[in-house]
């Protein structure tokens, strides 16, 4: 079936190092994929996304890749900070009213 | 500043009992969701909505009821609550067109005894 699914449930990274998010998904026809994160007690918060026409996307410290021949998903976070403790879904389109979220990665930076 | 407010963010309720989850946007958005979530696992939709009068059941079975009378607001029911209904109730809104994001509201953490 449709899934999106995250390779790492946890990620530990040490105040400052770049953090690398990966995701996966399996709907060839998904054409749009988003980034959420999520702190504890709040609901998800949009932080990227990205069109099926492009293979990157670079915000204020955080980067998505897609690579479509492989259906992967990445999220690259600059400097860490402790504010980036988070989980944190990829979410891909495939059409229509459907928006298809994974399980989520835990984010914890390190001080 | 939240554009989408969910209440209560808390509520403990006995089991056979009627509760209603209130979520307003005022955004002006149409297309409204319900999702739940039990922590840190994936958002599975409930309902959606396209715009008023509108309203659709998503992928997990539920026995929740929606309705959508009026853009901003998208209330969730639950008839006749069950332990088994504890979970995060997440409420989310997104313009028109296929390339936008969903703006979420806190949720409402739901606990049934």
């Known amino acids: 079936g449709e899934s999106v699914g995250l390779h790492l449930p946890t990620l530990s990274v040490q105040e400052g190092d770049n953090s690398i998010i990966n995701c996966a998904y399996s709907n060839s026809a998904s054409d749009y994929f988003i980034w959420y994160k999520q702190e504890s007690g709040k609901g998800p918060q949009f932080i990227i996304d990205i069109r099926s026409n492009m293979d990157k996307r670079q915000g204020q410290r955080v980067t998505v890749l897609l690579n479509k021949t492989v259906k992967h998903l990445s999220l690259q976070i600059a400097a860490t900070q402790p504010g980036d403790s988070a989980v944190y879904f990829c979410?891909?389109?495939?059409?229509?009213?459907?928006?298809?979220f994974g399980a989520g990665t835990r984010l914890f930076v390190k001080a | 500043e939240a554009d989408i407010y969910q209440t209560p963010r808390y509520l403990v309720i006995g089991t056979g009992k009627k509760i209603t989850l209130e979520c307003s946007q005022t955004m002006g958005h149409d297309k409204m969701y319900w999702y739940q979530q039990d922590p840190g696992m994936e958002l599975h939709l409930i309902h959606y909505?396209?715009?008023?009068?509108?309203?659709e059941k998503g992928d997990l079975s539920s026995e929740s009821t929606v309705s959508r009378i009026r853009t901003e607001h998208f209330p969730l029911t639950l008839e006749s609550a069950r332990p088994s209904h504890t979970s995060q109730y997440l409420c989310?809104?997104?313009?028109?067109?296929?390339?936008?994001?969903?703006?979420f509201g806190s949720g409402t953490r739901l606990t049934v005894v």
């Open positions: 989310a809104s997104s313009d028109q067109g296929d390339y936008y994001g969903y703006t």
């Open positions: 909505s396209y715009g008023v009068n509108s309203t």
């Open positions: 979410a891909e389109h495939p059409g229509g009213f459907k928006t298809i």
